[in-house]
């Protein structure tokens, strides 16, 4: 709501009080809950480090068999040139063991939903066609997953399938004859699996797949329906099928199901988890109201590689931020040492969180007026013109508007209080936020357009120190705690007479204690109610969030978790 809103206002305005600090909470609520709100979000998908960072001393350093990865038709770019990475997701090998046992009953029931070898007819001799019904399994196989390492193009690990049973309907047309086969399957499958960014999307994909080993323990039970002497013979041939399989039939059951098994595990690389990544969002709301939609927009640009861990670079902004390194730059990350604690971690740059200021900022959204009926009743001050011509030495409200606001009935006064420019985090020491701000003073009178009375000017600068709070093992909130606030001088815009001296000296005694007292008591009170860390939901299951830790130094803000089923949390 903004000050014209306000030309109706109280009757009786003799009671009422000056700004109480509780009321510039809305503004820096919205402030603060960006702000914490950006070490979550902007990790859902954000996180990154360009080729370019790699030419830096410290990158070959710090992993000397990196190498990125992009298979883009055209390198992702801005007008003005490449995109810049500001943003990176990795995993370890404790991510990569958490996501392969997830895997393990999904890849158990996709190899028993098709047939293992489809029905054939084939000669068993002595002029006999044996008609081999669909093999279908009977049992879910046991799958582990052995020896995964990360590889340059992505990762290997083999497959181990164990205890999958199957069995296939028999007939002999002449003399007729029915019975089943039964087979008991064994195998081990190794994959090399590739991970790369594709026109601006990570992909995955199956570099090569051999079957190391493949045993099979087939078993015929087959006997003649009508069994008589004309048929003696053949029904004798018919018996000889039991017990042990030829091996021309052990053969073809190894083939097929070799091919089956295959194609089965390349389909669920390229096809399943593939699509998987494709619905993954490229854009993701932070902020809606009638006014403005805040989305982050998210642009993979490579695959950082390494026998230690995966990272996926992006290029991540608030979208309708200027692109102009000279208005906005967009400073890339410079690969580090990774914890190999968590399961994954994900680290962005001060120009997401500052493009996510930029956007709101712009569109006027951080902005907040107050009203007289607004404050509490224990205000010490009241927004009217009796209290501000006592708080702020401004005698000429008390000249100018004597007979339409004296002092029994004064005049009601909105006070509203907005961003100035851009607010500003750093995070080369700490997560540094500085905050331009302007309070705008209006008289309102019945009837008639508020009148501007004056405004201050400051900036407010403070430390933010994240933390993560656990409540449960899957229960995690994200708080912050703003250190003492400073403020520059307050400038006062001149408008009716000559007291103003006067006027920004009682206001720059007065404000900054209390800014550094309930003000700052009120932002810390915000701020401890936290940001839950919820549940995601990613290929049709949900993950929650465990023994997640928060840092912000050295020019990156970093989050690292442990990741796990929602409904299985340890």
């Given amino acids: 709501m903004d000050s014209h809103a306000a030309a109706k206002c109280p009757e009786k305005a003799g009671a009422m009080r000056m700004t109480s600090p509780c009321h510039f909470a809305p503004l820096v609520r919205r402030l603060t809950h960006l702000l914490a709100w950006c070490s979550v979000a902007s990790a859902a998908a954000a996180l990154g480090r360009d080729a370019h960072n790699c030419e830096v001393a410290n990158c070959e350093e710090d992993s000397a068999l990196l190498q990125l990865t992009s298979h ?20 370890t090998y404790s991510g990569l063991d958490f996501m392969l046992n997830q895997s393990k009953d999904f890849v158990a029931h996709k190899i028993v939903q098709a047939p293992l070898m489809a029905g054939q007819t084939v000669s068993a001799g002595f002029g006999i066609s044996l008609q081999i019904g669909h093999l279908i399994a009977t049992t879910v196989p046991a799958i582990q997953f052995i020896s995964p390492v990360w590889t340059e193009a992505g990762v290997r690990v083999s497959v181990e399938v164990t205890g999958l049973q199957a069995k296939a309907d028999l007939k002999v047309s002449s003399p007729e004859s029915e019975g089943e086969l039964l087979v008991n399957i064994d195998g081990l499958f190794e994959g090399n699996y590739n991970i790369a960014v594709v026109d601006e999307r990570i992909t995955v994909g199956v570099g090569s797949l051999v079957t190391r080993n493949l045993h099979v323990q087939p078993k015929l039970e087959l006997s003649c329906v009508s069994p008589g002497f004309w048929s003696s013979v053949p029904c004798a041939a018919i018996s000889a099928l039991n017990g042990n399989v030829p091996g021309w039939l052990v053969d073809t059951i190894l083939f097929f199901t070799r091919s089956h098994v295959e194609e089965l595990l390349q389909n669920i690389i390229e096809q399943k988890l593939d699509a998987n990544l494709r619905s ?96 509490p009743n224990n205000s010490m001050f009241g927004l009217d013109t009796f209290s501000l011509e006592l708080a702020f030495y401004c005698p000429w409200l008390k000249t100018v508007y004597a007979f339409e606001c004296p002092f029994w009935q004064p005049c009601p006064v909105s006070a509203t209080i907005q961003t100035s420019a851009r607010p500003v985090i750093d995070l080369s020491d700490g997560l540094s936020l500085t905050i331009p701000l302007s309070v705008d003073f209006h008289l309102l009178k019945e009837a008639s357009e508020p009148t501007f009375l004056w405004r201050l000017n400051t900036t407010a600068t403070g430390t933010l120190q994240p933390s993560m709070v656990h409540l449960g093992p899957c229960d995690q909130l994200l708080k912050a705690t703003l250190e003492e606030l400073h403020t520059s001088w307050f400038e006062v815009t001149k408008s009716k007479d000559d007291s103003w001296v006067a006027t920004a000296l009682s206001i720059n005694l007065f404000l900054p204690m209390l800014i550094n007292g309930p003000l700052l008591d009120q932002i810390n009170a915000h701020l401890d109610e936290g940001i839950p860390l919820k549940p995601i939901a990613f290929g049709g299951s949900r993950y929650a969030l465990s023994n997640s830790s928060v840092n912000a130094s050295s020019g990156r803000f970093i989050l690292s978790s442990n990741v796990w089923l929602a409904d299985s949390c340890p």
């Fill in 72 to 91: 883009n038709r055209a390198s992702p770019t801005l007008e003005q040139g490449p995109m810049r990475s500001n943003a990176e997701l990795w995993a």
């Fill in 280 to 375: 993954l969002p490229d854009k993701l709301q932070v902020f809606s109201s009638n006014a403005t939609n805040v989305q982050l927009a998210f642009t993979p640009l490579g695959i950082l590689q390494s026998y230690d861990l995966k990272a996926a670079s992006y290029h991540v902004l608030a979208e309708g931020v200027p692109q102009s390194d000279e208005e906005f730059p967009v400073p890339g990350l410079l690969l580090q040492n990774h914890s190999t604690t968590s399961m994954f971690a994900m680290a962005f740059s001060s120009s997401v969180p500052n493009s996510l200021f930029a956007v709101l900022h712009d569109s006027g959204v951080l902005s907040h007026t107050i009203f007289p009926q607004d404050l």
